[in-house]
């Protein structure tokens, strides 16, 4: 089967089955709950799901310490409930990613007994070893703050294992010919059981070179290749999103020059200079971004995302840029995490101004690469900044003002629902916002439909175009003779704005496709307009030929 580059143009909503919707008033989501939403997510227009671990765990980070690869945690259901929430997904033509969590097990998983309890067991090179503590063991690590060490001792075999992340998630030795093999026959099974592909947790850590000699390990790009060629032959429209948080000249390195490892990766250099020009409306270290992710395969494509279930990473700012985005959306030490992020949702980091949600989410509709939604975003949820790390952005779905938000029947939700001040389930709802029409949902809605009808922006070339003033972002998409010009104002007043579509007669006419205000450049082919504060503006170049047709002229 041919890959039809589906991806390219497609709309992804990332969500917990933990926290979306209980259906059987235990307080913990589960895919019969989830299955009775399908009708809800393809209303609103995606037609991918990214699921987040759901795989037996003992739940010490949030799923991602994997017990079980080939299982269910039973709290959610059944192997035959995530196969009839696949059929029903595939029924409504959306395709189901899923979480690949193999950089690491849990502490419980029968490998890892296995490995510490018998130095002979052929579990034991599955995993990383050395006898002495390094002396590099209070270094690497990923959760500073929190996480004192990458190097743990067994008390059964008496030896150090290597943990990049937290201490009950030992890393799997990924050099290993037999946990490679086991990776694929993960991926191989999933698979057979109705998903498009996965996000691929922690890339970078996965390929990476493992071992206590080792000070500088170099990342093993052959891993990937054999990673996509085992997905093209099982199944050949299925695809790896990965998470590669990487400066941009190693980007081809994970793409391959040639288009042969990862389908998809999350552009974090964008994301960060996306929140430095929201905090600043200096849109130039954006534009700047924007070129250096700008090489890529034809074949592979960015994934474009605001917040997710991590905290905001700064950690590829300048210091003094960095300093800026704290200032404006976490000024206060609860609202920080791991010396380098914030922890909060997108809507309180605004301030529940629409204006401005509206023109973040214009914006990451727009950029070049796929959309990545979270759950909860599309009606402007928040945050609980009483609960640990990054649990206070992972509260459960706010369906309706009923107890517990509509998430559960039961009185003991698995996080609290938010319940206090402007964000509680009682004012922030999915069903309030379906009967208001100019509600978050509703235009995230239009918006999706918006986006998914101009795929210049996810097939296409980009270009900046100058409109003279560093707080506004204009671009122009091109692909098979069609041209989409977009234009965001980031500041809190409105600007007068001059610009030259660049594409000749057809840029004459620019008809909005937002709003229905068209706009014609005047005798030297110059667009001018007023933007209000925090507007935006989506145009499709409509030509001499567009006005000619016009009635009204």
Same mark, same amino acid.
């Given at each position: 089967?041919?890959?039809?580059?589906?991806?390219?143009?497609?709309?992804?909503?990332?969500?917990?089955?933990?926290?979306?919707?209980?259906?059987?008033? !235990?307080?913990?989501?589960?895919?019969?709950?989830?299955?009775?939403?399908?009708? /809800?997510?393809?209303?609103?227009?995606?037609?991918?799901?990214?699921?987040?671990?759901?795989?037996?765990?003992?739940?010490?980070?949030?799923?991602? !310490?994997?017990?079980?690869?080939?299982?269910?945690?039973?709290?959610?259901?059944?192997?035959?409930?995530?196969?009839?929430?696949?059929?029903?997904?595939?029924?409504?033509?959306?395709?189901?990613?899923?979480?690949?969590?193999?950089?690491?097990?849990?502490?419980?998983?029968?490998?890892?007994?296995?490995?510490?309890?018998?130095?002979?067991?052929?579990?034991?090179?599955? /995993?990383?070893?050395?006898?002495?503590?390094?002396?590099?063991?209070?270094?690497?690590?990923?959760?500073?703050?929190?996480?004192?060490?990458?190097?743990?001792?067994?008390?059964?075999?008496?030896?150090?294992?290597?943990?990049?992340?937290?201490?009950?998630?030992?890393?799997?030795?990924?050099?290993?010919?037999?946990?490679?093999?086991?990776?694929?026959?993960?991926?191989?099974?999933?698979?057979?059981?109705?998903?498009?592909?996965?996000? %691929?947790?922690?890339?970078?850590?996965?390929?990476?070179?493992?071992?206590?000699?080792?000070?500088?390990?170099?990342?093993?790009?052959? %891993?990937?290749?054999?990673?996509?060629?085992?997905?093209?032959? #099982?199944?050949?429209?299925?695809?790896?999103?990965?998470?590669?948080?990487?400066?941009?000249?190693?980007?081809?390195?994970?793409?391959?020059?040639?288009?042969?490892?990862?389908?998809?990766?999350?552009?974090?250099?964008?994301?960060?200079?996306?929140?430095?020009?929201?905090?600043?409306?200096?849109?130039?270290?954006?534009?700047?971004?924007?070129?250096?992710?700008?090489?890529?395969?034809?074949?592979?494509?960015?994934?474009?995302?605001?917040?997710?279930?991590?905290?905001? !990473?700064?950690?590829?700012?300048?210091?003094?840029?960095?300093?800026?985005?704290?200032?404006?959306? $976490?000024?206060?030490?609860?609202?920080?995490?791991?010396? #380098? $992020?914030?922890?909060?949702?997108?809507?309180?980091?605004?301030?529940?101004?629409?204006?401005?949600?509206?023109?973040?989410?214009?914006?990451?509709?727009?950029?070049?690469?796929?959309?990545?939604?979270?759950?909860? !975003?599309?009606?402007?949820?928040?945050?609980?900044?009483?609960?640990?790390?990054?649990?206070?952005?992972?509260?459960?779905?706010?369906?309706?003002?009923?107890?517990?938000?509509?998430?559960?029947?039961?009185?003991?939700?698995?996080?609290?629902?938010?319940?206090?001040?402007? /964000?509680?389930?009682?004012?922030?709802?999915?069903?309030?916002?379906?009967?208001?029409?100019?509600?978050?949902?509703?235009?995230?809605?239009?918006?999706?439909?918006?986006?998914?009808?101009?795929?210049?922006?996810?097939?296409?070339?980009?270009?900046?175009?100058?409109?003279?003033?560093?707080?506004?972002?204009? %671009?122009?998409?091109?692909?098979?003779?069609?041209?989409?010009?977009?234009?965001?104002?980031?500041?809190?007043?409105?600007?007068?704005?001059?610009?030259?579509?660049?594409?000749?007669?057809?840029?004459?006419?620019?008809?909005?496709?937002?709003?229905?205000?068209?706009? #014609?450049?005047?005798?030297?082919?110059?667009?001018?307009?007023?933007?209000?504060?925090?507007?935006? #503006?989506?145009?499709?170049? $409509?030509?001499?030929?567009?006005?000619?047709?016009?009635?009204?002229?």
């Amino acid at each position: 089967m041919i890959n039809d580059l589906w991806y390219k143009n497609a709309v992804v909503y990332c969500l917990s089955v933990e926290t979306f919707m209980d259906s059987n008033g !235990d307080g913990v989501g589960d895919f019969q709950g989830l299955q009775r939403r399908l009708d /809800y997510l393809a209303g609103l227009g995606i037609n991918t799901i990214w699921l987040m671990p759901f795989q037996m765990s003992p739940g010490r980070d949030d799923g991602y !310490d994997v017990s079980d690869y080939y299982n269910i945690d039973p709290r959610y259901g059944t192997l035959g409930d995530f196969v009839e929430f696949t059929h029903g997904a595939k029924q409504r033509g959306i395709r189901v990613l899923i979480d690949l969590v193999v950089n690491h097990t849990s502490d419980q998983h029968p490998w890892f007994k296995q490995a510490c309890a018998d130095r002979t067991s052929p579990y034991r090179d599955w /995993y990383v070893w050395s006898d002495k503590k390094p002396a590099n063991a209070d270094e690497g690590m990923v959760f500073p703050g929190v996480q004192k060490t990458t190097w743990t001792r067994d008390p059964i075999s008496g030896s150090y294992y290597f943990h990049r992340f937290y201490n009950f998630q030992p890393d799997l030795n990924t050099a290993n010919p037999h946990v490679q093999a086991e990776i694929l026959k993960i991926m191989g099974f999933w698979i057979q059981l109705g998903v498009s592909g996965f996000r %691929m947790d922690a890339v970078p850590f996965v390929i990476a070179e493992k071992g206590a000699e080792i000070s500088a390990p170099k990342p093993q790009f052959d %891993m990937l290749r054999s990673f996509r060629e085992f997905l093209q032959w #099982r199944k050949g429209d299925s695809i790896i999103l990965a998470e590669a948080n990487v400066v941009p000249k190693e980007n081809l390195r994970y793409f391959g020059e040639d288009g042969d490892r990862m389908h998809m990766m999350f552009n974090f250099h964008v994301n960060q200079s996306l929140f430095f020009a929201l905090a600043s409306a200096d849109t130039r270290p954006l534009a700047h971004a924007l070129d250096q992710t700008r090489d890529h395969p034809q074949t592979a494509q960015w994934g474009i995302f605001l917040r997710n279930h991590d905290e905001l !990473d700064l950690g590829r700012l300048t210091e003094k840029q960095r300093q800026a985005v704290f200032a404006a959306f $976490g000024p206060e030490k609860s609202m920080q995490l791991y010396d #380098r $992020g914030i922890r909060r949702r997108l809507a309180p980091m605004l301030g529940g101004d629409v204006r401005r949600l509206k023109l973040a989410y214009s914006l990451m509709y727009s950029l070049p690469g796929t959309p990545v939604l979270r759950y909860g !975003d599309e009606i402007g949820m928040g945050d609980d900044l009483t609960l640990e790390e990054r649990n206070c952005a992972r509260t459960p779905m706010q369906w309706s003002d009923e107890p517990q938000g509509g998430f559960t029947k039961g009185k003991a939700p698995v996080l609290p629902v938010i319940s206090e001040g402007p /964000y509680s389930f009682e004012h922030v709802n999915v069903a309030a916002q379906r009967r208001d029409t100019d509600s978050m949902l509703n235009w995230t809605e239009r918006m999706i439909r918006m986006r998914k009808e101009a795929p210049e922006i996810g097939w296409g070339s980009f270009d900046v175009l100058d409109c003279g003033d560093p707080g506004v972002l204009c %671009m122009r998409y091109d692909w098979r003779n069609n041209a989409v010009v977009i234009l965001h104002n980031f500041h809190d007043a409105p600007i007068e704005i001059t610009f030259d579509a660049g594409i000749g007669e057809d840029g004459y006419v620019l008809i909005d496709i937002a709003d229905g205000s068209d706009s #014609r450049a005047d005798e030297q082919g110059k667009h001018r307009m007023v933007l209000e504060p925090y507007g935006y #503006r989506w145009y499709r170049a $409509g030509g001499l030929d567009y006005l000619l047709k016009r009635s009204d002229i």
